[in-house]
């Protein structure tokens, strides 16, 4: 089972990005008759009334009150059942760092249709966030950006709970088990066939598991995952490059900078420099 600090790790390696927001106000001849295909991801807040839809050809009935998650490149179609409906439409992107070519939506496995959330917390930020669009402020991007990715937070922190941060369900339990144990030995340094003999599976199958579950193979995992340590720790201590390549279990710091410079596009140091906490001493 993948250990609460790395199942945070993984849920913060998502990235989001604002496109905008609409607010309609639709009646009972509202619909998309012919599938539609989104582009990007689209969350919809029901606010009034009643619909039915269709994401990939799978039905859904959605009250008021309720969230509505539809991932990038679905086909949707969708109609009123009530007299009148209200909603607002988000569009934004999302990406995971620690996944690739494979949708955040399905190695999260989180739900199409939310229920049981309580709108006094989930409307107030959906309000700001319409207000801010409307408002044409210095600072509306970051506004909007912010008020996103509280939103997300929100429903993110709800989901999963307490007892569930330790679990990602669209993970097979092996990828969980590798990822669990590399976060606890950060300084791993031994060949995928170690770990395959460690967790009694082929080094061919778990190739095969890693690229289904996150669209890479272990090794791209462990350097990705080795990176992204590494960068909290450049912009929260003062540790030298080199202490830090030791711990992440490089045995060259001038690999792990090359490595380091080819994920980020800057070495160690500049990436410390640009994006260090300046309170800390140095």
């Known amino acids: 089972m993948i250990s609460q600090t790395n199942g945070r790790f993984f849920l913060n390696s998502l990235k989001l990005t604002f496109l905008h927001i609409t607010p309609y106000e639709l009646d009972y001849t ?37 969230l509505i998650l539809l991932p990038p490149q679905s086909d949707i179609t969708s109609y009123a059942v009530s007299s009148r ?76 709970g307490a007892e569930r941060v330790d679990q990602l369900p669209g993970l097979d339990p092996r990828v969980q088990a590798v990822m669990a144990y590399l976060s606890i030995h950060p300084d791993y340094s031994g060949e995928v066939a170690a770990l395959s003999e460690l967790f009694q599976v082929s080094e061919s199958y778990l190739r095969k598991l890693f690229m289904d579950d996150l669209g890479m193979p272990p090794l791209a995992y462990i350097h990705q995952f080795k990176v992204e340590s590494a960068q909290k720790r450049l912009t929260t201590s003062m540790e030298k490059v080199s202490e830090i390549a030791y711990s992440l279990g490089f045995q060259d710091a001038n690999y792990f900078s090359r490595l380091f410079r080819k994920k980020t596009g800057l070495s160690p140091n500049d990436y410390r420099n640009k994006y260090r906490n300046f309170n800390i001493e140095h």
């Open 30 to 66: 509202w619909r998309i008759r012919d599938a539609r295909r989104i582009p990007h991801d689209v969350l919809w807040c029901l606010e009034e009334g009643e619909i039915r839809f269709t994401v990939n050809g799978i039905s859904y009935g959605a009250l008021a009150g309720q």
């Open 85 to 160: 409906v209200r909603l607002t439409s988000i569009n934004f992107i999302a990406e995971l760092s620690l996944s690739n070519n494979r949708k955040w939506s399905d190695v999260l496995k989180l739900p199409i249709l939310y229920s049981g959330y309580n709108m006094a917390i989930i409307k107030p930020v959906i309000d700001t966030l319409l207000a801010d669009s409307t408002e044409d402020s210095f600072a509306q991007a970051i506004l909007l950006q912010s008020g996103l990715e509280r939103l997300f937070a929100l429903m993110l922190n709800k989901y999963y």
